[in-house]
């Protein structure tokens, strides 16, 4: 069973129709018990970095998302869910997660923003990613992580010349910038691993 977190800010439905695609059972939360119990969590989000951390702290999911990572569950963000796993944004005031150490930058200027389109990978290392060097992922950022631990970096993208980091990976933390239910069948793949953890 993945659980996915759903606090109000989320591409929720498409995530999981390609999850039941792919056969798994899946169980849509905002319940902080439910996440502690999870066998697996994939943690969507779109929106506004500050706001979307008061939306967590008012369900009290902020610290069962904390608590279900260092207990070692598998754990999957995606978008926004990737940029709130670091310490703050240049988007608004607040406090992340603070899982790893960092912070979110915006694009430079003078740049079309968001950032909104397919856009490739270059792979580090991963065991989400492997076969996937090279390949096309949907995006819409206006902000990526940049964190202080380069070794968690699992792959890097670049717009208008400015490389980005586009995922992370550290032990059971998977996280991505491009949103792999929304990129075909490569996105898939993605998923299918995380599921098979």
Not at 44 to 57: A, D, M, R
Not at 143 to 154: R, W
Request: hydrophobic share 35%; with cysteine; aromatic share 10%.
């Amino acid at each position: 069973m993945i659980s996915i977190v759903d606090y109000g800010k989320g591409n929720i439905q498409s995530l999981k129709n390609s999850l039941q695609f792919l056969g798994e059972k899946v169980s849509v939360t905002n319940n902080p018990k439910e996440i502690l119990k999870a066998e697996k969590i994939v943690f969507p989000g779109v929106g506004e970095f500050g706001t979307s951390i008061k939306l967590l702290q008012k369900k009290k999911l902020d610290k069962a998302l904390i608590q279900a990572i260092k207990q070692g569950t598998p754990f999957l963000g995606i978008c926004l869910g990737l940029q709130t796993l670091f310490e703050e944004s240049e988007e608004s005031k607040g406090k992340g997660l603070g899982v790893f150490k960092g912070k979110n930058k915006r694009f430079s200027k003078p740049k079309k923003i968001p950032q909104i389109g397919w856009n490739k990978i270059q792979v580090k290392k991963s065991r989400l990613l492997k076969r996937l060097n090279g390949e096309f992922f949907y995006f819409v950022n206006s902000y990526y992580a940049v964190p202080e631990e380069k070794e968690i970096i699992s792959c890097t993208s670049s717009y208008n010349g400015e490389e980005f980091v586009s995922g992370i990976e550290k032990e059971n933390v998977f996280a991505f910038q491009f949103h792999p239910e929304k990129s075909g069948e490569n996105g898939l793949k993605i998923l299918k691993r995380f599921s098979e953890l």
